[in-house]
């Protein structure tokens, strides 16, 4: 098979638009409308926020990882994460390119799993960028692991009653719907007893009891919410997927948010190498430069081979998507990913805000944003360490346990077999002396 490390001409000019693009007019919408990605347009910033949709969509490039039947290019993951490091620079660059998670991960299982009736009130319009959903999965008392969850949705007739509580729900406050992930039989298991159920926002028992912020953030405003499900009603149309398919529907979704996440997060590294360079070439302290000093030297050397190292990886990652299309089949590089991921973010800002001094620690440049981001990474789609698990356990099933005391590589019985396989040789060395 061929190597190249470029992709084709065409699409390195749309790249190339894109980045310039961004640059121009996305980031600036950070610092006009920061915390707003996720509020519904109107006014002024649907006024100023459509238009670049529209030239988005007019390059080809608007919502690239769907398929054609729903409005994108069909993108691979390959092409999807060389402009997702693009579009990592800006927290508003997915939402005016129609990539935006949770949204994505979300139109995703709609397109893989729902009825004509769902994808049309449902889907539809999330892909056109016209309203926001939330993925309702993580439970106060258990985080992230489904065997703890508590959340009930029981048969009442034609109907399911949803009750329970949900935390870190991301932008329920703005979503039109929610996507509810809930216990439905409590004696089939984990893989088995759970179903998912999409509840329309204002649907009556849906308490929203406070938006959790994330650090920084003004007490009360966060995007992430812990919502109360008080005998929520819904119909049986409601059901995602079927009864009992909850679990391999979360699958599906998180493995490509995952790698999604990844991709993005090389733009933002590549921010803050940028920076760090930049800051050393432009102050001096002691007689010269930053750029001069050892010290400093080394941070640059090992942020930039640490990046490189973490693109080529994404890369591959996206390959082997691309090649087997079967997240499945690549649980094991994606979890790998997701473990790499926030550590590279967190040591290049950390070294940049180092570089940028006590500018660095303040609000006045983007360091210590990345460096939170990089903990909210940690977390977010599964905590690190059950991915280190996860990548343990796939790793040793291509290895086997060694039979008797002595491991494999131990030298004196190897020398004793390489002996006696060359021992013909050996005899006639000795009787030539």
């Not at 997701?338 to 303040?362: E, F, N, Y």
């Not at 460096?371 to 796939?394: C, F, N, S, W």
Request: charged share 20%.
């Amino acid at each position: 098979m061929p190597w190249d490390f470029e992709t084709d001409r065409e699409y390195q000019a749309k790249l190339d638009w894109a980045d310039e693009f961004v640059r121009d007019s996305v980031e600036p919408l950070d610092l006009v409308w920061p915390h707003q990605q996720f509020v519904p347009l109107d006014g002024g910033r649907r006024a100023a926020i459509a238009p670049l949709k529209q030239q988005v969509r007019e390059q080809g490039l608007w919502a690239t990882h769907l398929g054609p039947d729903l409005g994108g290019q069909g993108h691979g993951q390959v092409k999807l994460a060389l402009l997702n490091e693009i579009l990592g620079r800006s927290s508003w660059a997915p939402i005016v390119f129609g990539c935006q998670a949770p949204d994505t991960g979300n139109a995703e299982i709609l397109a893989h799993y729902g009825t004509p009736e769902q994808k049309q009130r449902y889907l539809r319009p999330l892909l056109d960028g016209e309203l926001f959903s939330c993925y309702s999965m993580t439970e106060p008392q258990a985080g992230a692991d489904p065997g703890q969850f508590t959340t009930s949705a029981v048969r009442d007739g034609a109907d399911w009653i949803i009750n329970g509580w949900k935390y870190f729900s991301s932008n329920a406050r703005t979503a039109a719907f929610l996507i509810v992930m809930a216990v439905t039989d409590p004696d089939a298991g984990t893989y088995k007893g759970m179903s998912m159920f999409l509840v329309p926002a204002g649907t009556p028992g849906i308490e929203i009891v406070r938006g959790v912020g994330l650090y920084g953030e003004a007490e009360g405003s966060g995007q992430h919410a812990l919502i109360h499900y008080d005998n929520v009603r819904v119909p049986d149309s409601a059901l995602l997927g079927g009864e009992g398919q909850a679990f391999a529907i979360a699958q599906t979704r998180l493995g490509g948010g995952r790698v999604h996440h990844a991709m993005r997060t090389i733009g933002l590294a590549r921010k803050a190498l940028d920076m760090m360079c930049e800051r050393a070439l432009s102050r001096e302290t002691a007689g010269s430069s930053l750029a001069d000093k050892q010290f400093v030297q080394g941070f640059i050397a090992d942020s930039y081979a640490q990046l490189l190292q973490f693109r080529l990886f994404v890369l591959y990652v996206a390959w082997e998507i691309d090649k087997y299309n079967d997240y499945k089949k690549v649980r094991k590089d994606i979890a790998a990913v997701k473990v790499v991921m926030p550590s590279v973010l967190h040591d290049i800002a950390w070294r940049a805000m180092q570089v940028h001094g006590a500018l660095g620690v303040t609000d006045e440049v983007p360091l210590m944003k990345m460096i939170h981001g990089a903990a909210v990474m940690g977390l977010a789609d599964g905590p690190t360490e059950v991915h280190k698990t996860t990548v343990a356990r796939q790793v040793l099933r291509d290895h086997s346990a060694v039979d008797g005391m002595w491991p494999s590589e131990w030298i004196p019985a190897k020398r004793e077999a390489a002996l006696a396989k060359y021992a013909e040789f050996l005899e006639h060395e000795v009787g030539n002396r």
